[in-house]
């Protein structure tokens, strides 16, 4: 379980975050939603540990994660998929899967996590040579998230994985992101496709101006009118 209580951050003297608090157990999609500038990538910059809380805590499963340095915090079973992917573009594809295993207890395990990517993303399989930067928008998408998942994390951060995609490669993308959650994995996701995220995802949380203004299960937010007025104010 992550827990995010009451959390302050932000840059220089600008604060973004205002006191949020929110709750992500394992098996569990859950989409942060909200206008530009309203908080939701400082969020997961934050639990990441790219960004220090300044006040308020953050833990998993009863560890404290604020104040680590990001790798610790990596160690401790979070993953960011930043905004951008972040793929080595000049490495390939099986590179990039050895990157994302370097987290993983053993050798042994790194065959295994890399079988499990394969089956998950079968398009890798006769393309583990090629370069990262030769993939498409969605492949580097997922060739992102298939990394981030060899490191075994406890939770996984999504920052806007749709974004610059074309529409249909987003649906391909959504249905992958509506199957990564696990007994023992949990998926915090940040979105501008506010309604494909919410078909995917457990529960949301609505930001603005850097606090969370509305939260419920995705199928009561589906209807609700207020999540277009968050935006819209
Ligand atoms: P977007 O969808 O536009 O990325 P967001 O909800 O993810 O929006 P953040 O990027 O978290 O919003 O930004 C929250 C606030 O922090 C905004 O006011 C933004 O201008 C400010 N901000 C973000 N990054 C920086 C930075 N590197 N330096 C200074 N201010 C920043």
């Given at each position: 379980?992550?827990?995010?209580?009451?959390?302050?951050?932000?840059?220089?003297?600008?604060?973004?975050?205002?006191?949020?608090?929110?709750?992500v157990a394992p098996g569990e999609i859950v989409a942060v939603l909200g206008p530009n500038g309203a908080g939701k990538s400082t969020l997961l910059r934050t639990v990441?540990?790219?960004?220090?809380?300044?006040?308020?805590?953050?833990?998993?499963?009863?560890?404290?994660?604020?104040?680590?340095?990001?790798?610790?915090?990596?160690?401790?079973?979070?993953?960011?998929?930043?905004?951008?992917?972040?793929?080595?573009?000049?490495?390939?594809?099986?590179?990039?899967?050895?990157?994302?295993?370097?987290?993983?207890?053993?050798?042994?395990?790194?065959?295994?996590?890399?079988?499990?990517?394969?089956?998950?993303?079968?398009?890798?399989?006769?393309?583990?040579?090629?370069?990262?930067?030769?993939?498409?928008?969605?492949?580097?998408?997922?060739?992102?998230?298939?990394?981030?998942?060899?490191?075994?994390?406890?939770?996984?951060?999504?920052?806007?994985?749709?974004?610059?995609?074309?529409?249909?490669?987003?649906?391909?993308?959504?249905?992958?992101?509506?199957?990564?959650?696990?007994?023992?994995?949990?998926?915090?996701?940040?979105?501008?496709?506010?309604?494909?995220?919410?078909?995917?995802?457990?529960?949301?949380?609505?930001?603005?101006?850097?606090?969370?203004?509305?939260?419920?299960?995705?199928?009561?937010?589906?209807?609700?009118?207020?999540?277009?007025?968050?935006?819209?104010?």
């Amino acid at each position: 379980m992550l827990s995010i209580d009451r959390i302050e951050s932000g840059y220089g003297l600008v604060p973004a975050l205002r006191g949020v608090s929110l709750r992500v157990a394992p098996g569990e999609i859950v989409a942060v939603l909200g206008p530009n500038g309203a908080g939701k990538s400082t969020l997961l910059r934050t639990v990441s540990g790219l960004l220090a809380t300044r006040s308020g805590a953050i833990s998993l499963n009863g560890r404290r994660l604020d104040g680590l340095p990001a790798h610790k915090i990596a160690r401790l079973g979070v993953a960011h998929v930043v905004e951008g992917r972040g793929i080595l573009p000049n490495l390939t594809i099986r590179d990039n899967l050895r990157l994302g295993s370097f987290l993983r207890a053993s050798r042994a395990g790194e065959q295994e996590g890399l079988d499990a990517a394969l089956d998950r993303f079968p398009w890798m399989r006769p393309r583990l040579g090629d370069l990262g930067g030769r993939l498409s928008g969605g492949q580097q998408q997922m060739l992102a998230i298939a990394r981030a998942l060899l490191g075994e994390p406890k939770v996984l951060l999504l920052d806007e994985p749709s974004l610059g995609l074309a529409p249909k490669i987003i649906d391909e993308l959504f249905e992958v992101i509506g199957r990564l959650a696990t007994d023992d994995r949990a998926v915090l996701i940040v979105e501008q496709q506010v309604h494909r995220c919410l078909r995917v995802a457990t529960r949301g949380y609505v930001l603005q101006r850097g606090r969370v203004v509305l939260s419920d299960s995705a199928e009561a937010l589906r209807g609700d009118e207020r999540i277009e007025r968050a935006y819209l104010s």
